[in-house]
């Protein structure tokens, strides 16, 4: 079969004003990047128009180095809807360069379930990574000026500082820094790093903001540190929100591209799910629902991570819900949580998928207890066994979950009409709404407790002193009555890698707390998480080139 590069080059694009015709938008009212992209005016938000509309979640089981194609899944279903009629468009984050240059190559979906043009949107695509960048580390810069220049400063203490600037880029060496050094021209010596753009929180500021005023707003509300004589200093106070929201004037528009056959995707901002909110946008996703009938949205990891903050705290921000929520599992990936190892991968194992199951089982129970109807997608692989899918099959039969195979990968729309029949029956019928897991009133500890236990089977809570500290700081500060956002491994249900399946009597330890005032939440972290990657051994950059036609390869 073709590479995802080479299928994608293969197919006529259209221009990017035909994408806009499908959704009404008038020639005067998208500003064009090129040919194949354009810039949507926040204009077209209209909530009259979002009445009745369907919008549909794809989340997945946990993930693994199996792979379980949560993003092409989410592509071919947006075919596949329009296949069936539906009026559809598809919703979905920007890729990192960190990603794209390290492990995956790419992140634009695959085979024929792809976001074209894929190595635009691979790449610098529009801009936005940059733009939020510069923001980003505007108000670095701005912070240690003023610890520099004391006459007339706010007067911060450096000691207190955890701003961090930020790189899209997998960098490790990054991580840990020592800025100022030089003399005394040359700033205040201090401790910090870099974070991957993807993790910062005016990433989750843009993804969360509802307009320009919001924006400037969340901004403003970032919490930097302390003064020397311990008031606490905002963004605000240094009168940074203006000039950063200047940077961010083209980065708040959301992006339209094309399918491979042709049908809208939106594609917009691109926090990561084990550290940040794991959605696309607030204004992307309520731009599709103002043009589009159904809008299919993915939340990034699994149900225990992207989808919960979906959930917990992009759906009660923006005041938004699905009416259908798509769990994505492949035989693969149900064999490696019933144990068996990725060189085995290849060979039929009913068994193994069967011991997996547990794992798909206590997802879909989470969805349930979020009230929102759940479908199963497999995403299906050449050398799947006919046992293998009906195993599958047989346990959402007991589970009482509608399920379909899907193989979009292969066959793009056509691979997806059942899936798609199956998720518009569901869209439509479903009378559930949607039940937060917890009250954003309630204490900061019942909050992560109740996720903890409830979302990933945990049996108790531990703290750390730093955390502890922590959460003095938070109570002082008034900021209790957030949500949380608990960065947590993706590879388990717990806060342990190496835990797979569907673990159980084990304790997540928390071991800091964050405090994104901005974003408008506070993130307990759990386990050993980065916020700034390393490259593997064989970074996927040593595989992608150009040639003197400026034709670009090893994207995949």
Not at 28 to 35: F, K, R
Not at 202 to 207: D, F, T
Not at 301 to 308: R, V
Not at 491 to 497: A, C, E, F, M, T
Request: contains cysteine; proline residues 4%; glycine residues 10%.
């Amino acid at each position: 079969m073709k590479s995802d590069i080479e299928i994608a080059r293969a197919t006529t694009i259209a221009p990017i004003g035909t994408v806009a015709e499908k959704l009404g938008i008038a020639a005067d009212n998208y500003e064009p990047y090129g040919h194949y992209k354009a810039k949507l005016p926040l204009s077209l938000i209209d909530p009259s128009k979002m009445k009745g509309k369907k919008l549909i979640l794809v989340s997945a089981i946990s993930p693994t180095p199996a792979g379980e194609g949560k993003t092409t899944i989410s592509i071919g279903l947006n075919e596949g809807l329009n296949k069936i009629g539906k009026n559809a468009a598809v919703v979905l984050r920007e890729p990192s360069l960190g990603p794209v240059f390290g492990i995956k190559g790419g992140a634009t979906g695959g085979g024929h379930a792809q976001v074209i043009p894929m190595e635009d949107i691979n790449l610098h695509f529009t801009g936005d990574f940059a733009a939020i960048e510069k923001a980003n580390n505007l108000l670095a810069a701005l912070i240690d000026n003023d610890i520099q220049n004391r006459n007339g400063s706010l007067g911060i203490d450096a000691r207190t500082v955890h701003w961090k600037r930020v790189m899209d880029m997998n960098d490790r060496s990054l991580r840990h820094v020592i800025v100022g050094l030089g003399g005394t021209t040359s700033g205040v010596p201090r401790e910090t790093g870099f974070d991957i753009t993807a993790a910062s929180e005016i990433m989750a500021i843009l993804c969360l903001a509802e307009n320009f005023k919001d924006l400037k707003e969340r901004l403003g509300n970032i919490f930097i540190g302390f003064t020397l004589d311990k008031k606490p200093v905002y963004a605000r106070d240094l009168e940074a929100e203006g000039a950063m929201a200047a940077l961010l004037k083209d980065a708040i528009k959301p992006n339209l591209v094309q399918t491979l056959e042709g049908n809208p995707a939106i594609i917009h901002g691109g926090p990561f799910a084990n550290i940040a909110q794991g959605t696309n946008s607030v204004i992307a996703t309520k731009t599709a629902l103002s043009l589009s009938d159904y809008v299919v949205t993915e939340a990034g990891f699994g149900f225990d991570l992207g989808a919960e903050k979906f959930l917990d705290i992009k759906c009660a921000s923006a005041g938004i819900e699905p009416q259908a929520a798509v769990l994505v599992a492949t035989v693969r990936a149900l064999k490696y949580h019933g144990g068996v190892a990725l060189s085995d991968m290849g060979k039929p194992d009913a068994d193994a998928v069967k011991r997996g199951l547990e794992n798909l089982e206590k997802h879909v129970e989470n969805m349930r207890k979020f009230n929102v109807c759940p479908v199963v997608a497999i995403n299906h692989f050449n050398n799947d066994s006919d046992a293998e899918i009906e195993v599958i099959k047989k346990k959402c039969s007991e589970l009482g979950v509608k399920c379909a195979v899907a193989k979009v990968h292969a066959n793009g729309g056509e691979g997806a009409r059942e899936l798609a029949t199956i998720v518009a029956e569901v869209a439509e019928s479903c009378t559930s709404k949607l039940k937060p897991l917890y009250n954003w009133e309630w204490s900061v500890e019942k909050k992560i407790e109740t996720i903890a236990k409830s979302i990933y089977g945990a049996a108790a809570i531990d703290y750390t002193a730093r955390a502890k500290n922590d959460l003095k700081k938070i109570y002082s500060l008034n900021m209790d009555k957030l949500p949380v956002c608990i960065a947590k491994t993706q590879k388990s249900l717990s806060d342990n890698p190496k835990l797979l399946g569907r673990p159980e009597n084990f304790v997540v330890t928390v071991r800091e707390i964050e405090i994104a005032a901005g974003a408008g939440f506070i993130i307990p972290v759990t386990g050993n998480i980065m916020r700034m990657p390393g490259l593997p051994a064989t970074p996927a950059a040593t595989t992608i080139d150009i040639d003197e036609d400026g034709i670009i390869s090893g994207l995949f």
